[in-house]
């Protein structure tokens, strides 16, 4: 696998001249092609900032973020909102559906806004409501059909411009336990079938231990990586376990 990110030594700051608080502290780490990364820290270590940089919806202070060969740190405001529609495919813990559309429908207007033929955009969106599993409700609305659902159906929304990296955060965060590990398979399978590239940031062991690589933040700070390499996902979740007991619960969420 190729490095597709290169986050080189980034610093933000937050506040003024009289209070300035540094939420990331010279962070330094490549993501891979085809890489399914973990990003875990307790409430205030930086990974929700770091997510916002590297998704272009915030800017760092100092440093450089590199798509391949782009240096978004350089981007003015219309090349980053051009970026990001092109690139970049977001699945929030909210889903943010437009209630009044189909699941269908929420998955076509991303292709319709960037003025797709309509034989492109019902062939697209009818592959990923099948690879998604939800074809079946492909006509109701979103009040209609459960918090598993529309989680896939945002999933599905966010592939169907082929973004090259899925940014996910705390996705499981509104789902029940059998729904979380349902949305964790199709992320696994995206992953893996599709080759998509996805960084999620999670507070949940067990969520986190269906990716292949985790950065364990801390006031802005890388302080642990695990790699899951050949294990079994029972034997990594029992390592980042592991890690979280050691740190006396600190990169867990306040309740």
Not at 125 to 130: E, I
Not at 179 to 206: P, R, W, Y
Not at 218 to 233: M, N, T, V, W, Y
Request: glycine content about 6%; some cysteine; charged content about 25%.
């Amino acid at each position: 696998m190729n490095s597709y990110i290169r986050i080189c030594d980034i610093e933000k700051y937050y506040g003024n001249a009289s209070h300035v608080t540094k939420a990331i502290d010279r962070l330094t780490f490549t993501v891979k092609k085809g890489e399914f990364m973990g990003v875990m820290g307790p409430s205030g270590s930086g990974k929700t900032t770091l997510l916002n940089l590297l998704s272009t919806i915030d800017r760092v202070s100092a440093g450089h973020i590199f798509y391949e060969d782009t240096d978004i740190t350089a981007l003015s405001e219309d090349d980053l909102a051009e970026f990001r529609k092109n690139n970049l495919g977001f699945v929030f813990q909210e889903y943010n559906l437009l209630d009044t559309l189909t699941i269908e429908e929420n998955i076509s207007l991303a292709l319709t806004l960037q003025g797709n033929s309509k034989k492109s955009i019902l062939e697209t969106t009818a592959k990923l409501l099948k690879l998604l599993d939800i074809e079946e409700i492909r006509g109701k609305f979103p009040y209609q059909v459960s918090g598993g659902q529309k989680q896939r159906c945002a999933c599905a929304r966010a592939l169907a411009c082929d973004p090259k990296l899925l940014l996910a955060d705390e996705p499981t965060g509104a789902l029940d336990s059998l729904s979380s590990q349902t949305l964790l398979e199709t992320f696994t399978k995206l992953n893996q079938t599709l080759g998509t590239t996805i960084l999620m940031v999670t507070h949940d062991a067990f969520c986190a231990s269906y990716c292949s690589r985790i950065l364990f933040l801390r006031d802005g700070k890388i302080f642990h990586e695990l790699l899951r390499a050949d294990r079994s996902r029972q034997l990594f979740l029992q390592d980042i376990l592991d890690v979280l007991s050691f740190t006396g619960g600190k990169t867990t969420e306040n309740p």
